[in-house]
């Protein structure tokens, strides 16, 4: 398939201008931080093992969102603007073969980075020789995979929507204000409007999946039974609906786009 060769360009060219190895390194040392500080903790007596995922999670929330973005918004773009998607289009590829492998050849990158974070922060608990909550640190792995891979697809979307650089970065802020900050105030603000703008008596049982739906705050509620927390079961699975639901349909709304977009 051709969009093989597109992601194998994209992990190919993030080795060879040492992007990946960038990446990898910056997400080693902020787990590795993250992970230290979790042992002093512990030693004080002011933390258990599975407050390492917390430690996770405290340093993913934000780093996870922005190293997605960031990863993919100029991918398409940027070819758009220096004329590389002219000549790969003359080359045996099509439109979808470069959504998608851009895709692909991008989180396989990402992947690559938070597994060697979580490792170095593992590795540091190991060391000095504290216990591993394994299970707790495969389902955080797992969640922020998935918050990555809405994230990137939000990315990948914007890059083949959009017809300059400026734009796309532009965009990728007011994406990244939007459904990391600004989206926590929407369910109480439609709670608030919903109960003919008066303080509700009751949060509204629909509040928390309105919330949800901003990958941000879904992957917040997928980590709740990773830490311990009892969680509602549909919700969960809400969540996970939604991380899906981003990383399947923000490509292709942006193929859609760009397949009919005039070059």
Same mark, same amino acid.
């Given at each position: 398939?051709?969009?093989?060769?597109?992601?194998?360009?994209?992990?190919?060219?993030?080795?060879?201008?040492?992007?990946?190895?960038?990446?990898?390194?910056?997400?080693?040392?902020?787990?590795?931080?993250?992970?230290?500080?979790?042992?002093?903790?512990?030693?004080?007596?002011?933390?258990?093992?599975?407050?390492?995922?917390? @430690?996770?999670?405290?340093?993913?929330?934000?780093l996870v969102p922005v190293t997605g973005l960031l990863l993919a918004s100029g991918?398409?773009?940027?070819?758009?603007?220096?004329?590389?998607?002219?000549l790969l289009l003359g080359l045996p590829h099509d439109r979808r073969d470069i959504?998608?492998?851009?895709?692909?050849?991008?989180?396989?990158?990402?992947?690559?980075?938070?597994?060697?974070?979580?490792?170095?922060?593992?590795?540091?608990?190991?060391?000095?020789?504290?216990?591993?909550?394994?299970?707790?640190?495969?389902?955080?792995?797992?969640?922020?995979?998935?918050?990555?891979?809405?994230?990137?697809?939000?990315?990948?979307?914007?890059?083949?929507?959009?017809?300059?650089?400026?734009?796309?970065?532009?965009?990728?802020?007011?994406?990244?204000?939007?459904?990391?900050?600004?989206?926590?105030?929407?369910?109480?603000?439609?709670?608030?409007?919903?109960?003919?703008?008066?303080?509700?008596?009751?949060?509204?049982?629909?509040?928390?999946?309105?919330?949800?739906?901003?990958?941000?705050?879904?992957?917040?509620?997928?980590?709740?039974?990773?830490?311990?927390?009892?969680?509602?079961?549909? @919700?969960?699975?809400?969540?996970?609906?939604?991380?899906?639901?981003?990383?399947?349909?923000?490509?292709?709304?942006?193929?859609?786009?760009?397949?009919?977009?005039?070059?």
């Amino acid at each position: 398939m051709n969009w093989q060769l597109i992601a194998r360009k994209e992990i190919g060219d993030a080795i060879r201008n040492r992007q990946l190895y960038a990446l990898a390194a910056t997400f080693a040392l902020v787990f590795a931080v993250m992970a230290e500080l979790h042992v002093r903790q512990v030693d004080r007596g002011y933390a258990v093992p599975i407050d390492l995922v917390d @430690q996770f999670a405290l340093a993913g929330m934000l780093l996870v969102p922005v190293t997605g973005l960031l990863l993919a918004s100029g991918a398409i773009v940027r070819r758009r603007s220096n004329g590389q998607l002219t000549l790969l289009l003359g080359l045996p590829h099509d439109r979808r073969d470069i959504v998608l492998g851009t895709y692909v050849g991008r989180y396989a990158i990402f992947l690559a980075s938070l597994l060697a974070g979580v490792l170095a922060g593992v590795a540091v608990v190991f060391v000095t020789g504290h216990a591993v909550p394994t299970t707790a640190v495969l389902g955080y792995l797992l969640a922020s995979a998935g918050l990555g891979l809405a994230y990137l697809a939000v990315a990948i979307a914007i890059s083949a929507t959009v017809r300059t650089q400026t734009w796309a970065t532009f965009a990728v802020f007011g994406t990244l204000l939007l459904l990391l900050f600004v989206w926590r105030f929407v369910p109480e603000g439609l709670a608030y409007a919903a109960a003919g703008f008066e303080e509700p008596a009751t949060r509204p049982w629909w509040t928390s999946y309105v919330g949800a739906l901003s990958p941000s705050l879904a992957y917040e509620q997928l980590l709740e039974p990773v830490l311990g927390s009892n969680a509602d079961r549909s @919700q969960i699975w809400f969540s996970a609906a939604v991380l899906l639901g981003w990383s399947a349909l923000a490509p292709l709304v942006g193929y859609r786009r760009f397949a009919t977009d005039d070059l």
